[in-house]
């Protein structure tokens, strides 16, 4: 059971940045994909950025994203804190929503596969005022 928890969300004028991080009760060295997802009111939950590994060496890691934040938003993972990061630049009102981290399980490809998240956090809400 892999127990997560996102923070850095807030409340930011349009244009602005923030970046999120989400950290993992246990080692994220063999956590395969990790990602953020979001959900605003009355929509149905989104996938933001995911990062994914092959390997435990994570020498081949690879960064997928919603057409809507390529070139504002940036993911990447510090295993050593066992935490992973959204950077948010260029905010839009419309990023508005509640963004969760997920992840599988350790060695499990599902997320590539097709079959999503196995674990996630609660959620921190981000707000962006027009």
């Known amino acids: 059971q892999v127990q997560l928890m996102e923070s850095g969300g807030g409340l930011v004028q349009a244009g602005g940045s923030l970046r999120l991080s989400c950290t993992a009760s246990?080692?994220?060295?063999?956590?395969?994909?990790l990602g953020w997802y979001r959900q605003a009111p009355g929509k149905q939950r989104e996938m933001v950025a995911v990062?994914?590994?092959?390997?435990?060496?994570?020498?081949?890691?690879?960064?997928h994203y919603a057409d809507s934040v390529k070139g504002r938003f940036t993911i990447s993972r510090d295993n050593a804190k066992n935490t992973v990061y959204l950077q948010m630049t260029s905010l839009k009102p419309e990023d508005t929503a509640v963004y969760y981290c997920?992840?599988?399980?350790?060695?499990?490809?599902?997320?590539?596969?097709?079959?999503?998240?196995?674990?996630w956090g609660k959620g921190t809400l981000v707000t962006v005022s027009s």
């Open positions: 997920g992840c599988n399980d350790p060695y499990s490809s599902s997320w590539l596969l097709g079959y999503g998240m196995d674990y």
């Open positions: 246990t080692s994220i060295f063999s956590i395969y994909a």
């Open positions: 990062i994914t590994s092959t390997s435990t060496t994570h020498s081949s890691d690879s960064t």
